[in-house]
């Protein structure tokens, strides 16, 4: 038996080889889950159920990064700046969020997920706040793909976080305004022991990164589509893999 097929079969794939190099996958995933709402009015249905159909196919495209071997997804489900929505669009968002962390048990189907999030959860209501604390030390143990859901999260938040904490440990003479540098910073950030995203993923047709790990992202390699997220499929991971592995990636050097 090849290794593909060992790998398939250790992995319940099916059938497939998916026409990518598994010796050089992306470590990190990143995607900025864009266009529920345009995926709910194209069908003159209200937003809150273009976010519910987001939050299926999350399940869907989570379990098929862990089956191929990627090892972190991060993906952003609420931006500080989401609160400007009109407040019936939060309480959905909120009680899908809600949803989701409760029933975590059943999104992972018996596979061997870890779920965290990032963001600033002191915003968050008691009850999601104790959803994260309990699927967090549920799954810590678990060794498949690291689930990295962003809730509440800012790149500029997160950076005016971890500099204020620099900031206490200069003030009490724990280290050296002088020593500060990258590794200090990038330690004190949500993603702290985590690799940088290799792939960042934008479904939906725009072309920003909307303050999604802007610190992390200095050398990821983008990659987008119009296809809004609802509609996203494994198809279109494998296809912004693909282009990931013709990519040269160079890192500043030559
Ligand atoms: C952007 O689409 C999407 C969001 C602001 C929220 C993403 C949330 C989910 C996919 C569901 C909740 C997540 C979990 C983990 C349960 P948009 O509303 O800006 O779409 P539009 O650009 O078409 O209006």
New binding site residues.
């Given amino acids: 038996m090849s290794f593909l097929s060992r790998f398939f079969k250790k992995n319940n794939i099916d059938n497939e080889n998916f026409d990518i190099d598994y010796n050089n996958l992306p470590v990190h995933i990143a995607i900025?889950?864009?266009?529920?709402?345009?995926?709910a009015?194209e069908r003159r249905l209200p937003?809150t159920v273009?976010?519910?159909e987001?939050?299926n196919?999350?399940d869907r495209i989570a379990h098929f990064c862990g089956e191929i071997g990627i090892k972190y997804l991060t993906?952003?489900?609420?931006?500080t700046e989401?609160w400007k929505?009109p407040k019936s669009e939060v309480d959905t968002?909120m009680d899908?969020?809600l949803?989701?962390l409760k029933n975590a048990e059943s999104h992972m189907r018996g596979r061997s997920v870890r779920i965290r999030t990032i963001g600033d959860s002191s915003a968050l209501s008691k009850e999601i706040q104790e959803q994260i604390v309990r699927v967090t030390k549920l799954t810590e143990n678990n060794s498949g793909l690291t689930l990295n859901?962003a809730i509440n999260y800012g790149g500029r938040d997160e950076i005016v976080h971890a500099v204020k904490e620099l900031a206490r440990d200069v003030a009490e003479g724990k280290i050296k305004c002088d020593n500060i540098d990258e590794t200090m910073i990038t330690n004190r950030l949500y993603t702290g022991d985590m690799p940088d995203p290799d792939l960042l993923i934008r479904p939906?047709g725009?072309k920003r990164i909307s303050n999604f790990l802007i610190w992390q992202s200095a050398y990821t390699e983008f990659w987008y589509t119009d296809v809004?997220?609802p509609d996203f499929q494994k198809e279109h991971i494998l296809e912004a893999i693909k282009e990931y592995q013709k990519r040269n990636r160079r890192f500043g050097g030559v």
């Fill in positions: 900025i889950m864009d266009g529920n709402g345009r995926w009015k937003r273009g976010h519910k987001g939050s196919n999350l993906v952003y489900a609420f931006s989401n929505r968002l899908l969020l949803d989701y859901i939906g725009e809004l997220w």
